[in-house]
């Protein structure tokens, strides 16, 4: 198989030296053939760091387990292959009038990295996770046998697994719960605000009003303008349709240019017209839910345009009590640098816990930022941001990520070592190597 259709979507490491495909992979484990740190599953290439990595061994392409087996039209409860992309679920389910309760950023992750990285969406304040809706999964592991794995069954291991990024075995297959939506179209609404302190006064009651709700921060404005940007709440409009659209988009960027093509003319002129596209749904608007929530994927491999060196993806959350200081602080900390990021997006997270052993939200804020790969600057940068967020009694998202230290981590999630006392000996990411295995040792 090709190196280049097996990289991080950051591109700013490595791509997998060796993959081998799915059942070949399972042939091993089932042989108990596998040796260690040999294996992890790599799904449809869309984490941004090296958690989709292993350099020191092989990684899986799953996408050959890509079919939908069962689905249930009055209970909204699906069966299918662990390579299944999202917008073949949703595509699947949306006659039925039913939709994933929580999709990301993309539809183009598949159904077991959705449920690897327990995956947030824009409506953490009423749905929580994607493993929040994880009815079961099976796990094949290294000692040749495939575990059912549930809340009541194998509970250790379906804990471990949701949000385990791929480190417990290889899942085959799951069932989920979607939830039954009026339409797919989504009735959308911008609310202007000024600085991050209105933003943070109208938070809350945005999500108690919308299921859906994230706001975009014109990062690169300063002085007066500092923290403006748009409050972007949705709701499943009543009578709209129910046929999935086309996917993919009509744009692509068929090559990596030699440079950044992001340059801070572009970020400027692009914030602006953001600005005023979206500011025009002041009054709420029926909008297809493609562009609601996958607004990237209509160009696609966008990711090329920030060149060779890549981009590196900062998400970090913290507390409400905190929160009011450190994301000021935060995109201060970008803007003295000098760094522009092409999307910044500012939402609120919930209190609904995650069944998952490790799971990045957390109640109170998070904040995400792209930023194209300058070297050495870039990442002082971002050893700056983790330090505001871990004493802002934050976290720093790991399937974003692609350099933060063994220490960081471990602030961030304390509770790593059950994660490392169930994880697969035949199965081992770069980012873990480089976190808590250094940690554990």
């Known amino acids: 198989m090709a190196i280049e259709r097996f990289p991080s979507f950051g591109l700013a490491t490595p791509p997998a030296p060796r993959a081998i495909g799915a059942d070949e992979a399972i ?40 079919r939908i087996h069962a689905f249930n039209a009055e209970t909204g409860v699906l069966e299918a292959d662990a390579g299944v992309l999202l917008s073949d679920i949703i595509a699947h389910a949306a006659p039925y009038g039913f939709f994933p309760a929580v999709v990301p950023g993309t539809q183009f992750v598949t159904l077991g990295g959705a449920i ?18 994880v009815e079961s999964f099976t796990l094949l592991r290294s000692d040749g046998r495939t575990h059912r794995c549930s809340a009541t069954d194998n509970a250790r ?27 797919l179209d989504i009735v959308e609404k911008a609310t202007p605000f000024r600085d991050l302190g209105e933003f943070f006064d109208l938070a809350e009651a945005a999500d108690q009003a919308n299921e859906y709700a994230v706001a975009w921060i014109d990062q690169l404005a300063g002085g007066r303008n500092s923290g403006r940007g748009l409050l972007l709440s949705g709701n499943h409009a009543e009578h709209g349709s129910h046929a999935a659209s086309r996917v993919g988009g009509n744009f692509s960027v068929p090559v990596q240019p030699p440079f950044n093509v992001l340059s801070r003319p572009f970020l400027t002129a692009f914030n602006a017209a953001y600005r005023w596209r979206k500011s025009r749904a002041t009054v709420p608007r029926r909008a297809g839910y493609q562009g609601f929530f996958f607004p990237l994927d209509g160009v696609r491999n966008w990711n090329r345009l920030y060149g060779p060196k890549g981009l590196f993806q900062h998400q970090s959350g913290m507390p409400e009590e905190t929160a009011r200081e450190a994301v000021p602080a935060l995109l201060a900390a970008a803007r ?29 804020y998070t904040l995400t930022l792209d930023f194209p790969n300058k070297g050495a600057a870039t990442l002082t940068l971002l050893r700056e941001l983790d330090r505001i967020t871990v004493e802002a009694g934050g976290a720093v998202n790991p399937y974003k990520d692609a350099r933060m230290g063994a220490e960081i ?31 554990d040792a």
């Open 409 to 439: 981590f471990a602030s961030s999630f304390p509770e790593w070592q059950r994660l490392e006392a169930l994880r697969d000996h035949a199965f081992m990411s770069d980012f873990w190597a480089r976190t808590a295995k250094r940690l």
């Open 27 to 66: 042939a091993l484990l089932k042989g108990g053939q596998a040796k260690p740190a040999s294996l992890l599953a790599y799904g449809n290439g869309r984490s941004y760091g090296d958690s989709c990595q292993n350099q020191a061994g092989a990684v899986v392409d799953m996408r050959s387990l890509n």
């Open 157 to 183: 291991l379906f804990a471990a697994t949701i949000g385990g990024m791929g480190l417990t075995g290889l899942i085959l297959s799951a069932s989920i719960r979607l939830m039954r939506v009026h339409s």
């Open 336 to 364: 003295k640098a000098g760094q522009g990021s092409f999307l910044t997006v500012l939402k609120r997270f919930g209190s609904i816990r995650s069944p998952a052993l490790l799971s990045f939200p957390r109640p109170g």
């Open 116 to 133: 690897a990285n327990d995956v947030h969406g824009k409506n953490h304040h009423r749905r929580g996770t994607f493993g929040c809706h």
